[in-house]
T-cell receptor
Framework: DAKTTQPPSMDCAEGRAANLPCNHS???????VYWYRQIHSQGPQYIIH???NNETNEMASLIITEDRKSSTLILPHATLRDTAVYYC???????????????FGTGTRLTIIP | DAGVTQSPTHLIKTRGQQVTLRCSPK?????VSWYQQALGQGPQFIFQ???????QRGNFPDRFSGHQFPNYSSELNVNALLLGDSALYLC?????????????FGAGTRLSVL
């Protein structure tokens, strides 16, 4: 799996948009970008994923650059409950093993400031 | 619809002992993956079970073993516990649909080895 690079920490004011960057310059054509978050002492929570088009769901938006070497997760109106560690993961869609494992880095610790 | 459930939530063992952790997957899911998360680190993949067989394995010693039952639930066994096995153990379940599977995590079992 391609490696990802994320800033170790970020702050965002409550109510503002939180933009979390991720660099994945060695991504392959069959690899998707996934985002998970982990609130303190809980299991990781799936947020969103995409291949090359921008994606949006009820939680967030994912913007992937045209060359696919980087992406940004956007939380449009951050609340205190969005304080968590956010993981950007690059993962193949199919492998000989079936459902592919997730390879986590150390993520970005996002703190929402009241 | 219950999500992924893990038991117990907390466990204290001493060095050399053996431990069994349990996981019930989300309804409709047939694949279970286990992860170990040390303090301050991202989760690390241990192994994955599908159709009652180990399909993938991460870089963990043979002291770590598992099992999947016909109802898709799973157990993680760790023998000869070491202090370094102290961690949060996470179970994730998934089901392959349209070439993409989303792994959903339980809240984890926190294991302390004294």
């Amino acid at each position: 799996d391609a490696k990802t690079t994320q800033p170790p920490s970020m702050d965002c004011a409550e109510g503002r948009a939180a933009n979390l960057p991720c660099n994945h310059s060695t991504i392959s054509g069959n690899e998707y970008v996934y985002w998970y978050r982990q609130i303190h002492s809980q299991g990781p929570q799936y947020i969103i994923h995409g291949l090359k088009n921008n994606e949006t769901n009820e939680m967030a938006s994912l913007i992937i650059t045209e060359d696919r070497k980087s992406s940004t997760l956007i939380l449009p109106h951050a609340t205190l409950r969005d304080t968590a560690v956010y993981y950007c993961i690059v993962r193949v869609d199919i492998s000989n093993f079936g459902n592919e494992k997730l390879t986590f880095g150390t993520g970005t610790r996002l703190t929402i400031i009241p | 619809d219950a999500g992924v459930t893990q038991s117990p939530t907390h466990l204290i063992k001493t060095r050399g002992q053996q431990v069994t952790l349990r996981c019930s997957p989300k309804s409709g899911h047939d694949t279970v993956s286990w992860y170990q998360q040390a303090l301050g680190q991202g989760p690390q993949f241990i192994f994955q079970y599908y159709e009652e067989e180990e399909r993938q394995r991460g870089n963990f010693p043979d002291r770590f073993s598992g099992h999947q039952f016909p109802n898709y639930s799973s157990e993680l066994n760790v023998n000869a516990l070491l202090l370094g096995d102290s961690a949060l153990y996470l179970c994730a379940s998934s089901y392959r649909v349209s070439r993409i599977d989303i792994q959903y995590f339980g809240a984890g079992t926190r294991l302390s080895v004294l």
